[in-house]
């Protein structure tokens, strides 16, 4: 019997390759489904695809999970409670400001967050993610005590230095906590990817469930916090940079990779691969990964304004988001536990589709409807918390675990620029005032998830062509 590698096998770098074995006669590898591979895998815990194995499970794998939970926790927990700052900063600090100016705030550290990936795909890759997640957790703490500071400093001087305050803002919680994010974020999921497989869906899944429970949490934490009779904005910040840090120290005494130093690349640049947006599976994603950025964080920003707008109170309106993330909780995790049977690229697209159903079907004609308000945030919630657990694998689809990092942070770095100019946009579009620059808001963020659902349909069909029962 004799083993012979397919040289076509390497136009496809994808990370299930099947293997044929036929008796007396020669063993040929191809990259194709990760349907055989799969199903082995599930009842193995450990699992081989191709030269890489994969241990599925294990105690020390589901510690890098636990650790990945914590850090995600962090970034997207802060993430999904921006609809609370932007809703008190838009009536405190930043009164005299448009909707469009204040979403430079948010928007600055989505792109943040996203585009410094580049840097930091690369060095996880070649050094692992010891110093990267220390370095991120670092500046995550540090920018809600350095606002918190800055604030305080403001207000208890009685200064009216509008332009300090929103600068002081940009550069501490957008810029220093943005830059914190990126550094947590890539090495979260990158760790995942050198433990987990077939499984990999699932360990994904459970891990970004982190941001929808901190999404849950944060924002019911804040708003008793932010009332009239909390503790005010300052010791607000200060608290929920407490809750950061206890989650950081998780993140950093279990995240860790799986590769020795001398199997990890052995350059590390820091500028990104653009050769392997020659495979148009991957190129469709990536610029699919793009248009879903660009029509999820407008409703997750603004449905606080909006249900105020529309006569909901502050509690009720932070019920509203908070059931938005307990949606995104189970979005999460369900969605990737049936992706690793029936495939991440099929489920991705019913998700996708789910997201434009709920925001043309039922936020567009909502107005003061709170039952239709809630049952938009659960749906919406479910749809897109899955499209945020899933996106990771999907990427995954087209490379191995050495070299994840890079494809992961080249599809984020395209990301990035749908982040940076979404919220504003949205802000933008409410500066028309009144029912035209709500329903402005909404189809803008419908569009872009049908361009994305447009996107990843094609990336599916140029990987696989169409079969559509095949899983993939």
């Not at 967050?113 to 890759?125: A, Y």
């Not at 995550?140 to 800055?150: D, E, K, P, Y």
């Not at 360990?203 to 944060?218: E, H, K, L, P, Y």
């Not at 409410?430 to 349909?457: D, K, P």
């Amino acid at each position: 019997m004799e083993l012979i590698h397919d040289p076509a096998a390497e136009t496809c770098p994808n990370n299930h390759q099947n293997i044929r074995i036929q008796l007396g006669t020669k063993v040929k590898l191809n990259e194709g489904s990760p349907k055989e591979s799969n199903d082995s895998a599930l009842s193995s815990p450990s699992v081989e695809s191709g030269q890489e194995t994969y241990p599925e499970g294990g105690l020390q794998a589901w510690l890098v999970v636990f650790g990945a939970f914590c850090a995600l926790g962090a970034v997207f927990g802060i993430i999904n409670t921006s609809a609370v700052f932007e809703s008190y900063l838009k009536k405190h600090q930043l009164s005299e400001y448009s909707e469009s100016q204040i979403g430079w705030i948010f928007s600055l550290y989505l792109f943040l967050v996203f585009f410094i990936g580049i840097q930091v795909g690369p060095i996880f890759d070649a050094y692992g993610p010891r110093l990267l997640v220390l370095t991120g957790s670092l500046l995550m703490v540090a920018s809600l005590m350095f606002l918190s500071i800055s604030t305080a400093y403001i207000l208890e001087l009685e200064l009216t230095l509008e332009q300090t305050e929103y600068y002081q803002i940009i550069m501490t919680y957008s810029v220093m906590g943005g830059l914190g994010g990126a550094f947590l974020y890539c090495p979260a999921y990158g760790a995942i990817a050198h433990f987990f497989n077939a499984r990999r869906g699932l360990a994904t899944g459970i891990a970004t469930t982190a941001g929808g429970i901190g999404g849950i949490v944060f924002p019911l934490m804040l708003q008793p916090l932010l009332g009239k009779d909390g503790v005010g904005f300052a010791w607000s910040c200060r608290i929920l940079g407490f809750v950061i840090l206890f989650l950081c120290v998780i993140a950093n005494l279990f995240i860790r990779n799986r590769l020795s130093p001398e199997r990890r690349p052995k350059k590390c640049s820091v500028w990104p691969d653009f050769s392997i947006l020659r495979h148009r599976g991957f190129a469709c994603a990536a610029v699919g990964v793009f248009f879903t950025e660009w029509g999820l964080f407008v409703p997750l920003t603004y449905i606080i304004s909006y249900a105020q707008s529309h006569g909901n109170g502050g509690i009720e309106s932070s019920i509203l988001l908070a059931s938005l993330n307990a949606g995104s909780v189970l979005g999460r995790f369900l969605p990737g536990l049936l992706a690793d049977y029936v495939g991440r690229f099929n489920v991705i697209i019913g998700t996708l589709l789910l997201c434009v159903i709920t925001l043309l079907g039922i936020w567009l004609p909502a107005g003061n409807s709170r039952s239709m308000l809630f049952a938009f945030c659960t749906l919406f919630g479910f749809a897109s918390g899955s499209n945020l657990g899933l996106i990771p694998v999907c990427i995954g689809q087209f490379c191995d675990c050495s070299n994840y990092g890079r494809y992961i942070t080249v599809a984020n770095m395209i990301a990035s620029f749908g982040t940076l100019t979404s919220v504003p946009i949205g802000g933008a579009m409410l500066g028309l005032g009144g029912s035209t620059g709500w329903t402005g808001l909404i189809l803008f963020s419908a569009i872009a998830y049908v361009m994305a659902l447009s996107c990843f349909v094609c990336a599916r069909v140029s990987s696989t062509g169409w079969k559509l029962w095949k899983r993939f």
